[in-house]
């Protein structure tokens, strides 16, 4: 059966949905339509955390989109898994976040590793993200290439020796079996390093793009034939009357009257 899977770039901006279909696309099952789309009405930026907040508002009504528009499952390109845990309490399609996706298949590519990602702030966004996912055990240590998203996508080479180099480092200091690139550009420009002839490293480098895709697609499919189901017992609860159930739509309803003067404020 055919799939249609939105991966949104969660930022107010065109400038990373080339890199992301460049370099994933390819990875697409067949008969999958992977739609890369991004945002609009909020910021640009979220490496710092006010406007990550005001990213994921414009994200959950995307995501709600994504559903009425008939998309068998949306992944939340960014790893600090913006709105994930929300927007399941939102929709029924599956909704994924890249850096648990990435957590969730690591056993299959060793038993314990070390995250790389983008600078020091992201980091202690990622270290609390571990711990939510119950992953400490596994995780041995943090690193960072400092770069800023928005810089990476102007020299993707110099970010995959960047890569290359301090994953290497990162392998040797924690003695870890692998590694998790917790930014989806990081791994976007290694990925495309990779795709364009470069030497993969000699330990498994988790693309939490790739491992995003995988999952949305796993999922995907067995909800189309019956067998997922989220649950509505408790975190990901739905509103159980009407008065709750006003206040989901009173709230989107506010969100769409904002849209047009947002559009202006974060054009």
């Not at 490496?47 to 994921?56: G, L």
């Not at 110099?158 to 040797?172: L, M, N, Q």
């Not at 550009?185 to 480098?205: D, R, V």
Request: proline fraction near 5%.
């Amino acid at each position: 059966m055919a799939l249609r899977i939105n991966f949104i770039n969660p930022f107010g901006t065109t400038a990373y949905d080339a890199l992301i279909h460049e370099t994933l696309s390819f990875y697409a099952s067949e008969g999958t339509e992977l739609v890369i789309t991004h945002l609009d009405a909020c910021p640009a930026d979220m490496d710092y955390f006010y406007p990550k907040h005001f990213v994921e508002l414009a994200l959950l009504d995307a995501i709600k989109s994504a559903e009425e528009q008939g998309f068998d499952a949306v992944i939340s390109g960014c790893c600090y898994d913006p709105g994930v845990m929300v927007a399941r309490e939102l929709v029924d399609i599956p909704v994924i976040g890249p850096f648990e996706a990435s957590l969730n298949l690591l056993s299959y590519y060793g038993r314990t590793a070390v995250i790389v990602t983008d600078h020091i702030k992201a980091g202690s966004q990622m270290k609390d993200n571990v711990k939510l996912y119950g992953a400490s055990d596994r995780v041995l240590g943090l690193d960072v290439i400092n770069w800023y998203v928005r810089d990476m996508v102007n020299d993707t080479a110099a970010v995959a020796r960047d890569v290359v180099e301090v994953t290497a480092r990162s392998i040797k200091a924690t003695e870890a079996e692998a590694v998790i690139l917790n930014c989806t550009i990081i791994a976007a420009s290694y990925q495309k390093y990779l795709m364009e002839g470069g030497a993969p490293a000699p330990f498994p480098i988790l693309n939490p793009n790739l491992m995003a895709l995988t999952m949305a697609e796993s999922m995907a499919r067995l909800r189309q034939k019956g067998a997922a189901q989220i649950s509505r017992l408790g975190y990901y609860g739905q509103p159980p009357d009407a008065h709750f159930r006003a206040v989901t739509e009173g709230t989107r309803a506010a969100w769409t009257a904002a849209r047009p003067t947002l559009l202006k404020s974060f054009k």
